[in-house]
């Protein structure tokens, strides 16, 4: 069957005229002014050391009303040049350490220096730190460790829901997979401490960040757009997660954190531990955890199926190499299962997931080679379903086949890869980045359809499919990337990347899918990647930031070699087939990114414009279903073209010195060209107000927050999306406090009014097609002990 694309027309030119317009701005800024670009700049020299005089590396300094920020090298410095002349509040934050905010005054072509010492406070690793980056990588939104804390997350990607522009879509109870402005699965990069991560389930059921319980997160890197072209390849969007870790210049005994929590509505118990320390050149870190749940309540008291178990270890090793390098080594296994949910086809019967990491680094104050790093990674997890609890077990006489059936899969995926990266510093005014990074992910899958009991069966059973041929990618690449001060005022950055992919099958696929598919199985190509940005201080309290970038993803395992197999991405149980004649997808988006931070008050305004093509889309075919209980309608993985364009807006202001507010909204739009329908998958408009109480001195705090999410009218109806998905309004609150030194109880109320409300992004009930809702009231109690 033949596939027809639209011819593409100048009615869709919103991206180029979005383009043409960000250029005239430019302009503007560029030339529009002078007096600060006239000035001689100075520079900024920093020294952070702890109590012991020990320094402190990788401390972040910000210069707070600047677009300007750095780490220290291992000996505790940063210098930072091109600083025009004032007085500026710098900020210093240390994992371990109280945050320090000092005024510097800087004077035309003069060296300001600045010297912190910092107080050790370890119960700062209790936190999370979730940043959503600028197209230029700098760090501006911040979920900062409260606010992560009181979202009360199940996982990673029930956090990020907290970000404007970031969505999730369930695939189980504990299991979110993130959605970043519309782009989903393998178009949204995902690192675990710099480690490319993929699914082993075929239908997505462990989102990479499934395999990670969020206490042992340490801190979230977004980049919204096609920007993080040093971190990996095919990054429409990426999400970089570091578990936690102890810098080797934490002095003193063992340190610790004990955390027990419990969620009333769908029974959830958790027990965690961890302990962290060095001694000498050597540091460590170690965690346990473990984590039960059942069936919740929805808001009209519909029990939704979600049983699930988990538990997990992990830990860090690190030595000193020398005064400037590092040396550590990280390992993790978590085992998940079972785990039930009704918007899958089967139940998770287990998942084994095995993490190996290693890495040196070095980190120098002076010459030309400012940091070298070196990294190697092992990713292995083993995954296995069956259809335990879901219809297809029972017998139904009405039904073709009217025997209960016993359908297994098993399917795995492995992942080793590396980098290696330095940053050259030639001149005060010019940072390099270069460095190269390479992954090879092998995907294997089969599924096994036989009658249950003993009695007679079909001459074809059992059915035994290749969901995955053992699938192999393999994608390497080099880049660069250019940061260069200039003006006074300005900050121009820049990033080119190569990538050389190939695909291949290990197995030979079925007859049927050789007959009905075309393009080799064995493939190669060779992707070019680049992204340019400008940020500007338009006075000493506004940035404005403007972005452009293009990057090429090739299409995934799923995209290429299903043989009749379910699609994740769609909301229907229907068979899709693969097209290993996919050309890879490459996105073009520009952005604009208007920012204010006064002492008392912070606005962001972000408007964003994208162009898919050669988007990996479905159509319908004519091809016969594999599975007897199918829907009648294969699906087939497609090119076409498609575009999005949204606005994320969020104010925050402090009342008082202990009560603080927030505002903030946001809205998507897109379109899949080729179907001429709403593109998968939209989140609707969404706002959110919230406010916190904070004692001085932390001894308590209560706070809450009202969502309110519109009703999705623009639906991708050939692909599943047949009804409107309603609005809904969610009232959460929480109170936490001290009673003890080390000691923190929080308690909460998640959904007050015990509303009934549905995500858009959710899959529905795949054998009666109604919309799974989410959980109803629940009141959750966590206490943490940190020694």
Request: some cysteine.
């Amino acid at each position: 069957m033949s596939h027809q694309i639209p011819a593409r027309t100048s009615s869709n030119g919103r991206v180029h005229q979005t383009v043409k317009v960000m250029g005239l701005l430019v302009l503007c800024l560029i030339y529009g002014e002078e007096p600060l670009a006239s000035q001689q700049p100075g520079q900024i020299a920093v020294q952070v050391t702890g109590q012991g005089g020990e320094p402190v590396r990788a401390a972040r300094v910000q210069i707070l009303q600047r677009s300007v920020e750095g780490v220290t090298a291992a000996d505790g410095r940063l210098v930072i040049p091109a600083i025009p002349p004032g007085t500026y509040p710098v900020r210093i934050t240390a994992l371990g350490y109280r945050d320090v905010t000092e005024q510097v005054s800087v004077a035309a072509g003069a060296m300001a220096t600045l010297n912190v010492v910092l107080e050790v406070r370890p119960i700062e690793l209790q936190g999370v730190q979730v940043h959503v980056l600028r197209p230029d990588l700098q760090h501006r939104t911040e979920l900062e460790a409260e606010r992560v804390m009181e979202s009360n997350p199940r996982d990673a990607g029930d956090a990020l829901r907290e970000l404007p522009g970031v969505d999730a879509v369930r695939k189980g109870p504990v299991g979110l997979d993130p959605v970043v402005r519309g782009l989903r699965e393998t178009e949204v990069g995902t690192y675990l401490d710099g480690a490319r991560m993929f699914p082993a389930g075929p239908a997505r059921m462990d989102s990479p960040l499934t395999h990670l319980d969020p206490t042992n997160i340490q801190h979230v890197e977004v980049v919204k757009g096609p920007y993080a072209l040093t971190w990996g390849a095919g990054n429409l969007a990426a999400i970089r997660v570091e578990t936690r870790g102890v810098p080797p210049q934490i002095p003193g005994a063992i340190h610790g954190r004990f955390l027990t929590g419990y969620d009333s509505n769908i029974g959830a118990q958790e027990y965690s531990g961890s302990v962290y320390g060095s001694d000498g050149p050597w540091a460590y870190w170690g965690s346990a955890v473990w984590r039960t749940g059942s069936d919740y309540q929805s808001g009209d008291d519909v029990t939704v199926p979600g049983d699930f178990e988990s538990w997990e270890v992990r830990g860090k090793v690190g030595y000193r190499t020398s005064d400037a390098s590092w040396l550590s080594i990280s390992a993790g296994y978590q085992e998940q299962g079972p785990i039930d949910y009704p918007g899958r086809l089967l139940t998770a019967d287990f998942f084994e997931t095995v993490n190996l990491n290693g890495a040196w680094r070095l980190d120098r104050s002076e010459g030309l080679l400012r940091a070298m790093e070196i990294s190697a990674y092992v990713n292995d997890v083993q995954h296995a379903m069956d259809n335990e609890g879901k219809p297809t077990r029972e017998a139904v006489p009405t039904r073709t086949p009217p025997f209960a059936l016993d359908v297994k899969v098993d399917a795995s995926v492995q992942v080793t890869g590396g980098r290696v990266s330095a940053t050259l510093l030639p001149t005060p005014d010019w940072t390099f980045e270069v460095g190269g990074d390479v992954y090879r992910a092998t995907r294997d899958a089969t599924r096994t359809i036989d009658r249950l009991d003993a009695g007679m069966k079909p001459p074809t059973f059992p059915l035994v499919d290749l969901m995955w041929p053992d699938a192999t990618i393999t994608d390497g690449g080099i880049w660069a990337r250019a940061e260069h001060p200039f003006g006074g005022r300005f900050r121009l950055s820049g990033a080119l990347r190569v990538d050389r992919v190939s695909a291949d099958a290990g197995k030979t696929p079925s007859d049927f899918f050789l007959a009905n598919t075309s393009g080799n199985l064995s493939a190669s190509e060779t992707n070019l990647n680049g992204a340019l940005t400008l940020s500007a201080n338009l006075s000493p309290n506004w940035n404005f930031s403007i972005g452009g970038g293009t990057v090429v993803r090739t299409a995934d395992a799923t995209e290429r070699y299903s043989d009749r197999t379910p699609a994740s991405k769609a909301q229907i149980s229907a068979e899709f087939m693969g097209n290993p004649a996919l050309d890879p997808e490459r996105s073009s988006q520009v952005d604009l990114w208007l920012e204010a931070r006064y002492p008392r008050l912070g606005f962001d305004a972000n408007l964003f414009a994208r162009r898919i093509d050669d988007y990996i889309t479905m159509e319908a075919t004519e091809l016969p279903t594999r599975l007897p209980l199918s829907p009648p309608t294969v699906y087939r993985y497609v090119n076409g073209d498609a575009e999005f364009w949204g606005l994320e807006t969020n104010l925050s202001f402090n009342l008082t010195g202990e009560l603080t507010a927030g505002l903030g909204g946001e809205y998507l739009w897109g379109k899949d060209l080729a179907l001429d329908e709403p593109a998968l998958g939209v989140a609707p408009l969404r706002g959110d107000v919230s406010l916190r109480y904070s004692r001085a001195g932390g001894a308590y705090f209560i706070g809450g927050n009202l969502l309110a999410v519109g009703r999705q009218d623009r639906l991708a109806t050939t692909r599943g999306e047949i009804e409107d998905t309603p609005g809904y309004s969610l009232l959460n609150i929480q109170v936490g406090f001290r009673p003890y030194p080390g000691f923190l109880v929080r308690v909460g109320v998640q959904n007050l009014g015990d509303t009934e409300y549905y995500n858009h992004l959710n899959a529905k009930n795949p054998f009666t097609g109604v919309p799974i809702p989410e959980p109803g009231r629940s009141i959750f109690l966590r206490t943490t002990y940190s020694f």
